[in-house]
């Protein structure tokens, strides 16, 4: 009796180590296809917004751009960089929703004479440009734009 007692409770464990197994395999399982689900929702959120992001650089550049050029020719008119030229470009790119504090615009103070070469640029920091930022290679970098134009003042008495 005390035989049959030993091979049934050795029965006991062999049907209890099979379900503890098959618990085991169902928890692994799991665990593989959480980390599938997150693995995947991490690309899929990288290609659902990584576009946009994209697409924002782009305008700002292309914005930024039109900006420093449109500057340029009246500074070209005026002969020199006023205030109410870096005033009104400063206004309208706060209307575009740029930060009047970040943006730098340089050109001459002084009186440039007609046909003579002025030096434009209008520089703004770039920001973000990835959604994630894995290898930290997202450094900051700024959106910059140099014009030359010539002069086109013509002085009036």
């Not at 003579?116 to 970098?141: C, H, K, V």
């Amino acid at each position: 009796m005390g035989n049959q007692q030993v091979h049934y409770d050795a029965r006991q464990i062999i049907s209890k180590g099979r379900v503890a197994s098959r618990s085991l395999d169902r928890l692994a399982l799991f665990m593989k296809s959480i980390i599938g689900l997150l693995l995947t929702v991490v690309y899929f959120l990288y290609f659902i917004f990584q576009p946009s992001v994209e697409q924002t650089v782009q305008h700002r550049d292309q914005m930024l751009q039109r900006k420093a050029f449109e500057t340029a020719h009246l500074v070209a008119l005026e002969g020199r960089m006023t205030a109410e030229i870096r005033e009104k470009t400063l206004a309208s790119l706060e209307k575009m929703n740029f930060d009047r504090s970040k943006v730098e615009l340089l050109g001459p103070s002084s009186t440039v004479e007609r046909g003579a070469l002025i030096e434009i640029s209008l520089r703004y920091p770039q920001g973000r440009t990835q959604i994630f930022d894995l290898f930290e290679a997202n450094e900051p970098r700024d959106y910059y734009y140099p014009v030359s134009i010539m002069s086109e003042h013509i002085e009036t008495s």
